[in-house]
């Protein structure tokens, strides 16, 4: 069993901290009258490989949840608010996302993570999943709490230790190290009492 130094892990933010996918689903419902999907049936970690909506209400739907997390009803996943809040006891928080633009999720970070000082919350929004990488090894991190196993590949070869979050896009076989759910996070970390 590995364990791990607060300091030394990052962690994604959608699929991951927040959950965005009931975020989707939700915003699909409700703005565009979509009732027929379900968590189960995303198994595509690309959303037009495993749902029959048009590409363009994906995009759009997506595109509310980036811009507007709060107006969506974003909600962190169970656990991580409390794991990622030990850790800010320890050191800052490091997130990087592929999301384009930032502001929206430090907002939504900040207004969750309540007992983390603003200044130890740190942000990377890469705005692509390939530059991931390049910002864990300049940041100095050996471990990256990831749902995108294309993204686990990469930071892999890189040298980097990828974590799996389990989701129901996610499955099948690889070499990582896989958790399912925070509490198992939380384990895992060296946490001083």
Known sequence: MIKIKPHEIA??????????MSSFIGVAKKEFGINSIRKEQITSYWLEECLDIPEETIKAII?????????????PIDGAVETLEAIGRCCPVHFVTARPIKEPI????????????????????????????????R??????LEDHLDTCL????????????????NQGQTPFCRIYGWKELKGLLELTP
């Open 106 to 137: 430090v907002e939504w970070l900040y207004n969750y993570l309540k007992d983390v000082p603003k200044d130890r919350i740190k942000v990377e929004a890469t705005g692509q999943h390939d530059l991931k990488p390049h910002v864990l090894r």
């Open 139 to 144: 940041l100095g991190k050996t471990y990256f």
């Open 154 to 169: 990469a930071l892999h070869a890189s040298g980097l230790r990828p974590i799996v979050f389990d989701q129901p896009w």
């Open 63 to 75: 595109n509310r949840i980036l811009e507007d997390p709060f107006g969506t009803g974003l909600r």
């Open 11 to 20: 962690f994604d933010i959608d699929g991951v901290v927040a959950d965005t």
